[in-house]
């Protein structure tokens, strides 16, 4: 039987954001978890150290226990408290203005988890399983799990097919230039992506024809089922073999309006664009930034029966002041894009950047929401080797080739902030009852084309209200500030 969002674990496993406490603050809350009363307090101890002092009262039990984490710039800590009782935690700054700055005025942030730890750590291994795939190459055991996930918390159903082969054999002839193939895995990572963004898919790519060979051509990362990293084009035969073994692949066959008239890009034009980015490593540097147009409009907030566990602005700060210090790759989707809108090297910290930022009137919270610009240039690799380069997610790769192309005639979307559906909004593609004869056969219900897939897979009646697919028309700067809320997923027509 389906569950519903209320009754199941997925993603409840963010803390609630109480507050920040500059020395010489005293906050109270009442009634917002198993002790009735919490109080947090900070007092300045010494030049360069304040004391923070967490009093939990009126515990409903002996046994009330919530884990708090701490976070500033320079320190994070989780802190269990049981019963009722005083925790005092001092934190020093190093004296750099940066760390006087985020200590001593702006205070520690302080973070608590809602439910009980033994609670938590379910939900924590319930979310990691929705991720069989990448964590155990080769599983399918997780395909369930992400259908329900997916059917709950973003109301997309994907039911079995009806005797679906393992690639729809549709001639090569049929693909034209600028036409997309869309795909979502059920590995955890595209169902989490169609939840925060509104969409049915995970990934892009778009097909190219060069010397009368056709190419599927997409930014993408090495994984286990995947060989190559990075903006690459492969010959369409090894392409789909390599789609066919990957785990739980489904695609779609998304083909441009022709109606105009049969060759809609430029093509030199288009693989001068491609030739020039083909080996550039995949943009983790931006993957987050199509993504986060507005400061809390885009977050997801999953429900429980008694709770909202929702992600919020301060939980990024939180997160990646502590992931830069023990695995700088793994920053990588975030950090490097607050220093390029802070204006500072990539060689300083998040920290830095933030203090930069605020000298400028910049709030923390709000860096994230300024709108990604074409142009911009982060440190990343070619075939391994470090580059200065732009940084592009499939999206962001596949949009650039259409405009590349002329496809948008002089119109400038700004591809560098189009999220994964952005793309597919656009009313730039084919009436679905033109398409092949074969996908008719295949999936009759379908308006789109399955190349690939178990369970049914459609661009255009979810999630969220209609319209889905190929309505938006293309304007300037058209992407820049656009929300994602679950489950309407509401947004401006021009969205």
Avoid at 199 to 222: F, N, P, Q
Avoid at 256 to 284: A, P, S
Avoid at 420 to 447: A, S, T, W
Wanted: charged share 20%; aromatic share 10%.
């Amino acid at each position: 039987m389906q569950r519903s969002e209320y009754e199941l674990p997925y993603y409840k496993i963010f803390p609630k954001y109480l507050a920040a406490v500059p020395p010489g603050t005293v906050l109270e809350f009442d009634n917002l978890t198993c002790w009735h009363n919490l109080k947090l307090s900070t007092s300045r101890i010494h030049t360069n150290q304040i004391e923070l002092t967490i009093e939990h009262k009126q515990g409903e039990s002996l046994l009330c226990h919530r884990s708090f984490v701490i976070s500033t710039g320079a320190h994070t800590q989780v802190v269990e408290l049981i019963g009722n009782g005083v925790k005092t935690i001092s934190l020093t700054s190093d004296g750099s203005p940066e760390q006087d700055w985020d200590l001593l005025e702006r205070g520690p942030r302080v973070f608590v988890h809602l439910m009980t730890p033994e609670q938590l750590t379910y939900n924590i291994g319930a979310t990691l399983a929705l991720f069989q795939a990448e964590l155990n190459p080769g599983s399918t055991t997780s395909d369930d799990m992400n259908r329900e996930f997916l059917k709950s918390f973003v109301g997309i159903d994907m039911p079995l097919r009806n005797n679906a082969p393992d690639v729809l054999d549709l001639p090569e002839e049929v693909f034209k230039n600028g036409d997309t193939i869309d795909i979502l895995r059920l590995n955890g990572l595209s169902p989490c992506i169609a939840w925060a963004m509104g969409a049915a898919t995970g990934h892009t790519a778009v097909a190219l024809w060069r010397a009368d060979r056709l190419y599927i051509c997409e930014s993408t990362s090495k994984s286990s089922d995947w060989s190559i990293n990075g903006i690459q084009c492969n010959p369409y035969p090894a392409w789909i073999e390599m789609a066919r073994n990957a785990i739980s692949y489904h695609a779609v066959f998304a083909p441009l309006d022709r109606t105009n008239g049969e060759e809609l890009l430029d093509m030199d034009k288009v693989w001068q664009f491609v030739d020039k980015h083909v080996g550039l490593d995949y943009g983790f540097e931006v993957v987050l930034m199509g993504w986060l147009d507005t400061v809390r409009d885009n977050l997801p907030c999953p429900k429980d029966r008694d709770q909202d566990y929702c992600l919020e602005p301060e939980h990024f700060e939180m997160l990646f002041h502590f992931v830069e210090k023990v695995s700088p790759e793994a920053a990588r989707v975030f950090v490097p894009a607050v220093q390029i809108r802070a204006e500072v090297p990539f060689d300083t910290t998040l920290l830095y950047a933030y203090y930069t930022a605020a000298l400028k009137g910049i709030d923390p919270i709000e860096i994230y929401s300024i709108p990604e610009q074409e142009g911009w240039l982060y440190q990343t690799t070619r075939d391994g080797n470090p580059v200065i380069a732009e940084s592009m997610v499939c999206n962001d790769f596949v949009c650039n080739v259409w405009e590349e192309g002329g496809l948008f005639n002089g119109t400038n979307v700004n591809c560098a902030e189009t999220s994964v559906n952005d793309n597919y909004k656009l009313n730039i593609y084919q009436d679905p009852e033109l398409r092949h004869q074969l996908c008719k056969d295949q999936d009759p219900e379908n308006p789109n084309c399955q190349l690939l897939g178990k369970y049914s897979l459609r661009l255009d009646s979810q999630p969220g209200v209609l319209p889905r697919y190929n309505y938006v028309p293309p304007t300037d700067e058209m992407f820049g500030s656009c929300p994602s809320m679950a489950p309407d997923y509401l947004a401006p027509q021009d969205c």
